[in-house]
Antibody, heavy 125, light 105 residues
């Protein structure tokens, strides 16, 4: 059974860097899947932050791209999120998730089948 | 970004009711459309992917349909454990979610 667990500081100062880790169990981080970060706040709802495939490719939400870095640590079977220059608007519950692909008759459709429980990050001085 | 609009934003229903939630995309997303259920304090849970494929382990009372811009999630007979918030998500381009539909008693 695949399980994901987020960890990291629950409080970050404005203009600081938010750093979170997602530990993966029950599957290899190198198994050929994309791995994503999603956040949720009352004001923004659910927002996809970005994802990573092996250490080969990353994809970021354009609205956050200038501040986001997602990386993989194969030795620890985990992936990480860094978000720089944070403001109160970055206060949210942060989730990590595994992406799978559904192979249809003419397309491959991504979906997120396993999610971590989420971790709350507050940006405040 | 492709905007996803769900309707209604909330609804009241009773156990045994048939419930339909609609999701409309700002442009065609083909069948790159997924549905999630979220209960308070919990992470979203995948129900339906590729517009109509039921995720393993999800009860058959849940079904999805649609393609292009208009999609529907149907719960054929609402059960007590189905009271939750439901979200659609498109993965055709930069992933975006609908604003959610809260199903209340």
């Amino acid at each position: 059974q695949v399980q994901l667990q987020e960890s990291g500081p629950g409080l970050v100062k404005p203009s600081g860097t938010l750093s979170l880790t997602c530990a993966v169990s029950g599957a290899s981080i190198s198994s050929g899947n994309w791995w994503s970060w999603v956040r949720q706040s009352p004001g923004r709802g659910l927002e996809w932050i970005g994802g990573i495939f092996y250490n080969v490719a990353t994809s970021y939400n354009p609205s956050l791209k200038s501040r986001v870095t997602i990386s993989i640590d194969r030795s620890k079977n985990q992936f990480s999120l860094k978000l720089t220059s944070v403001t109160a608007a970055d206060t949210a519950i942060y989730y990590c998730a595994r992406d799978l692909l559904y192979t249809g008759s003419y397309s491959e459709i991504p979906y997120m089948d396993v999610w971590g429980k989420g971790t709350t990050v507050t940006v405040s001085s | 970004d492709i905007q996803m609009t769900q309707s209604p934003s909330s609804l009241s229903a009773s156990v045994g009711d048939r419930v339909t939630i609609t999701c409309r995309a700002g442009q065609s997303v083909d069948t790159y459309l997924n549905w999630y259920q979220q209960k308070p304090g919990k992470a979203p849970k995948l129900l339906i992917y590729a517009a109509s494929v039921l995720q393993s382990g999800v009860p058959s009372r849940f079904s999805g349909s649609g393609s292009g811009t208009d999609f529907t999630l149907t719960i054929s007979s609402l059960q007590p454990e189905d009271f939750a918030t439901y979200y659609c998500q498109q993965t055709y381009s930069i992933r975006t979610f609908g604003q959610g539909t809260k199903v209340e008693i």
